[in-house]
């Protein structure tokens, strides 16, 4: 079904629009996300919520934040089923809950209320989830603005143990985490990061935290091993910031030369 759903998508308008339009689609599209996480930011302030990302949004949300308590689903933490068992509500904001990014939590969410923001509902729906069909910043200006209208602040009791979801100190044993976390020493705030497909970037994803300032691109369903190279020539190009790629030996292989072609 889903190899049928993306025939009739390439064949459809997609075609008909030449790559450098939709390389700026897909710009503005990533700017619309970046652009909403201020919004989003107040919003956990003021509901002093919890916040867990999505694989491909680690970005959307400052990953050193005290609230900030990891990535959601397949390649996520622990933290985030604890908060979620935990929690009487969740709110979803800018995404529709693809399977990599609920995968172990569906049965939570399925029985608690869920309120979610977007263009498009989660894939995941009962009886008691309620979509907000929005412009997402509007959206999440009107919830952070009623709830200041209230004028009383939700007192909420965190009971989360502490994880894994920052580096942790020196090791004796040199290890694909410890390299992680290395590299992610040398990130400027203005990094972009581009991780790619396979078994070393579900690593990264659990274990390597986003620029602070800069964008995290990850292609969990749209792009094959190697992307992430020549994603990175072309980001570089047109951001001029730093790009970093994080790839195993497979994608290398396959694309790598792209660098070297650059």
Not at 88 to 97: A, E, N, P, Y
Not at 161 to 170: F, I, L, M, W
Not at 183 to 188: G, I, L, Q
Not at 229 to 254: E, K, L, N, P, Q
Request: charged share 20%; proline share 3%.
């Amino acid at each position: 079904r889903a190899v049928r759903a993306a025939d009739r998508a390439l064949k459809g308008a997609w075609r008909e629009i030449t790559p450098a339009a939709r390389g700026r689609l897909l710009l503005k599209l990533a700017q619309v996300i970046e652009a909403a996480k201020e919004e989003l930011a107040q919003l956990s302030a003021a509901l002093d919520a919890l916040v867990a990302v999505t694989p491909d949004a680690r970005d959307a949300f400052d990953n050193r934040d005290a609230r900030f308590i990891g990535v959601a689903g397949a390649m996520g933490h622990s933290r985030v089923t604890a908060a979620l068992s935990a929690a009487g509500s969740c709110l979803v904001v800018g995404t529709r809950l693809p399977l990599l990014a609920r995968m172990g939590l569906e049965a939570r969410l399925l029985d608690m209320p869920v309120v979610s923001l977007g263009r498009e509902a989660s894939f995941l729906t009962s009886d008691r989830h309620h979509h907000l069909a929005c412009e997402l910043r509007s959206g999440l200006r009107m919830l952070a603005g009623a709830i200041r209208d209230c004028g009383a602040k939700p007192r909420v009791e965190h009971h989360i143990a502490a994880g894994a979801v920052s580096p942790t100190g020196p090791s004796a044993t040199f290890d694909s985490v410890v390299a992680l976390h290395a590299v992610e020493r040398a990130f400027d705030d203005e990094s972009i990061v581009l991780v790619d497909a396979g078994n070393t970037g579900a690593h990264a994803v659990h274990h390597l935290r986003a620029p602070r300032h800069g964008r995290w691109l990850l292609a969990t369903g749209m792009a094959g091993m190697g992307y992430a190279f020549g994603a990175a020539v072309g980001a570089a190009i047109a951001s001029r910031r730093r790009c970093w790629v994080i790839a195993g030996d497979g994608a290398f292989f396959m694309h790598g030369l792209e660098i070297h072609t650059a």
